[in-house]
DNA sequence: TATGAATGAGTGTTCATTCAT
DNA sequence: TATGAATGAACACTCATTCAT
């Protein structure tokens, strides 16, 4: 019954007129609506993660969020509408940290490095994982969705990711031109990863840190020191 | 709508088995339920691929079996174990073929390959890609399927990579040593292919085969010619 | 699995156009199917006295008489005619031995204890009470049954009753003339002890046959020994 | 058909309760939804009885008592607690007027003679008659009715009944010192007449009072006058 | 005659959605 | 705005009955 986990993304109240400036006495109503409606955005996502969207009942989402069941459908419009919306709210703003930042001057391998110890401390080890395994899960049921994940994620990833891979090569820290078609390969383990947490980690635990750097030690060569 | 592909598996009567008295031969009753379960069995792995678990209608898989409701009855206790059956029998055949023979006189690299390809072209570009994508969505709900597809395919395939990994080191065609305790790294851009397949080959089509090829190209050092 | 008692009622064969003088060599088959129909009667007598009409099963019928679902059909209609033929066969053996043999030289109260204690005996203690039970409970659903009830057990045993009150009277054995207006009144407790050994016997056994006997004290007056 | 009587008990509303600030005086929706519940219970009492617990289908309830199906389930847990419920709250009102007030100055056969009445004019001759015929059908199926009923009404009725007896015969009034054994006895005539009432009243109509009455002369002796 | 696989209408139960309060 | 009782379509599962063997 208690909630114990954080919600897992800032949301943002979206029924009310009001803007961020509006007068901080009169907008007790927004504010309070905003709290509801995150209270459900979160529940939803814990239980859509737990069973999937069919097998998600609302009577659940609003019992974990503290609402009444109509309450829900004062911020969504149905039970897809709400799943497509939290899915799209979930996960764009991971989009921004992953892609978003250039190499500094510190070594390509270092940067991507970087990147995936904070996709995996994000990602891999929290509820996230479970987003992911919810996407591929209901993707295929949900067009728009692996369309709007394809469009903001994917393939920004994927270009993120390939510029990165293309510097390394003119850098001469990749010799493997070819790479750069397929960063695909760069992200498998992280991906892998995912999936293994949420199915085998009880049948055989994985480190997932451990695991991305042999990854790349085969990319860039295995590392002089540390 | 139309079902092209044919039954993803032999499937043998496990229900009926014939009179006492009956010729040995296989008897036209037998022949009948066998043909009758094998059209439920495909037609109910179709409806639980395109929708999961939950959202698949009985209804839908008699109709799209030919047969009615409560012949499904006949074959399987209920729609979960029908479920975790399908699971079972989906995937066993597969491991044979992918763990079974150990390498001739060839390199490491061809063996493993020769296995990446038979993978890529028996699941990855077939149904079964969407059964690895339906165990993964699936799994957390049902231990017993995660769990019988750790005991019998995870953990067996990794421990043929780990052997054919270790025989690589040994023979100075991997560099790496430490792959050897990651054999997940190996196989992860099929299991990303498969993934891909199933939500974005829409988007953006991808050659499996070549992705593999560069892969292997980076554990095993680049091919000289091919 | 297996079955422990005797069929309740002897049941003749049906089906089969041969007399009773029928060549016993050809009559085998007409032997079979009475054994076969006999073992029908029997299970489902039980199963309907354990579940009532509606919560019995043909499939459990058919697998407590070892014969097949179908075979059921040979020698009944539907399940409504089978309960209703079976309510009859199992309740008109008793009727004769009950009402049947008028008084001979002794007092009417022994006669009607002598009565009694076959009655209490041959069903309150065995599985017709349960029949009784039966046909208070189905009774309503199934005019035909009550009709039949009626006419054939009830009007027959109490015009009986009636008769032997009417001779108590006439030679003094009974001072309350109305008596004869409700022979129900003689038979009261044996229904009581009848239904309280279906419902009630594991709570308090009930010793049926003492209870009669202070109800005949109460109708013929205390007996001076015994 | 037509539902003529009043629903055979007062029904408090178990599961909406006020919220939290609503005044205290029974507000509109608290009395909707007992008005309904009470009508799903006279309904249901209604089906039971026609056709039994299993052959009664929801269906027809929720028809009878102008509510949709799933309102059912706002109140009741399922079919089986239903009925199990139903038997209890039918029954429980009951066993305050039959059992409660010992016998003031009047003579013991007047006060058993009342309870009688009282007994046949509002279960005998009323529907409640038909929910003891449904005890004697039901309870072996519904162990926890029969030992319910036991519990609550039987041993208390035979209490009270063998308190009366014994009263009697400290009195004079009986001289059958006996009967204290079986009060069964006592109402035995009057069980026999719910059941009568149930089955054979189209038959035969039965004065289940003047029979009553004669009963009472046996156990009393012959009233002087009347 | 006997079988039991196959059928499909029927039933208990669930749950997304609505709407009076 | 928030509630939660009410709805009724939908679904898993059952079982009397049929019929090809």
Redesign the interface.
Known sequence: MAKTHKPSTPIEPASSGEGRGAPPAASYRAERAAERRAAIVDAAMDEFI??????TRLDDIAKRAGVAKGTIYLHFKDKESMFEELIRTAIVPLVGRLTGPPPPGRSVRDAIEGFALTFIAEVANTRRA?IV?L???????FPAI??F??REV??RGLNGMRALIELAIARGEI??P??A??P??L???A???V??K???ER??P?DAI??FR??L???FG?RSKS
Chains 1, 2, 3, 4 share one sequence.
């Open positions: 737990a069973r999937g969207f069919t097998a479970d395994r996407i591929i899960s209901e993707g295929p049921r692996a369309d994940y394809y994917i393939s010799r493997q070819e790479l078609r397929y695909q390969i992200v498998a383990p991906i892998v990863a999936i293994w949420s199915l085998f049948h055989s994985l451990a695991m042999v990854h030690d085969l990319i295995e």
